[in-house]
């Protein structure tokens, strides 16, 4: 199949017209918009991400299970530390995604100033174009009206008239004939700079979808390497919860604070 291009498909019959040109530029904008929006949810996230990881750091400061001994404190020495690892870690994947909201932010900025000089050269070509066919447009009346006036001072048999007319005919006509050429000219270079600045377009396009495409990519990537390095970390917990000996426990809390094996004696009357 065939493959589409910017360069053939955004021509319009009418000399003047930038319909096409236009509808390229407004979906070119339209991909700008998209760029901050995603450079915009990114950053919120790393928000959110920075303020969850804060949060859980505080709280893996927090007293918990201070008073518990042997094999259930150090597990749950070892579920504090890790708690503390995943906070961490969360901080560290908000700063990783300001950092690719900034590569996007970059290439954002870059491609609209490399965009910037095309649209500038397309814009005086634009309005030199229109002005001169406006200008061709204009010298053609003129021209016609002295063809007519030519013709009716023929019918009158003014010869004197008839004269003049023709001497001003030339000249309106020489006019006339080099503005059409100078507009045939114009609009050869113009379609030149329009199949330029749509290669030009078409390639801006296809690096800004493939760049959102890996940025999204890449986004994902960091969102699931943070979910394994929190499920090592809590692995590490579980192991360690795994060590916790119910049994040992109740016997080393009997041999540290035992008081003794022996109950009181029956009370004896006297």
Known sequence: ????????????????????????????????RTCKEIEDFMKARAV??????KELLALSKKVCGSSEMNTLKRSLDVFKLQTENVSLSHLHLAQTMREEAKKLED?????????????????????QKAAQYKKTTEAKKTYEQK?????????????????SSSKQQEKVHRVYSQNVSLLGKMREEWLNEHVKACEFFEKQEMER????????????????????????????????LEQCNIQEDIEHFINLRRTGD???GTLRRR
């Not at 030519?150 to 004269?163: G, L, P, V």
């Not at 979910?227 to 360690?240: A, G, I, N, P, W």
Request: hydrophobic share 25%.
């Open 1 to 32: 199949m065939r493959e589409l291009h910017f360069k053939d498909n955004f021509w319009n019959t009418d000399v003047t017209s930038t319909a096409g040109y236009d509808s390229i530029i407004q979906h070119l904008n339209d991909g700008k």
């Open 48 to 53: 959110i991400e920075e303020k969850y990881g």
């Open 107 to 127: 290439f954002r900025e870059k491609q609209k100033e490399t965009r910037k000089k095309v649209e500038q050269q397309m814009d005086v070509l634009h309005k």
């Open 147 to 163: 063809c007519r006036d030519k013709e009716e001072a023929e019918q009158n048999m003014n010869r004197n008239a008839t004269t």
């Open 209 to 240: 979808i493939n760049t959102l495409r890996n940025g999204v990519w890449t986004h994902l990537n960091h969102l699931s390497q943070q979910c394994v390095t929190s499920d090592e970390l809590y692995e590490d917990v579980r192991k360690s």
């Open 262 to 264: 022996k109950p009181p």
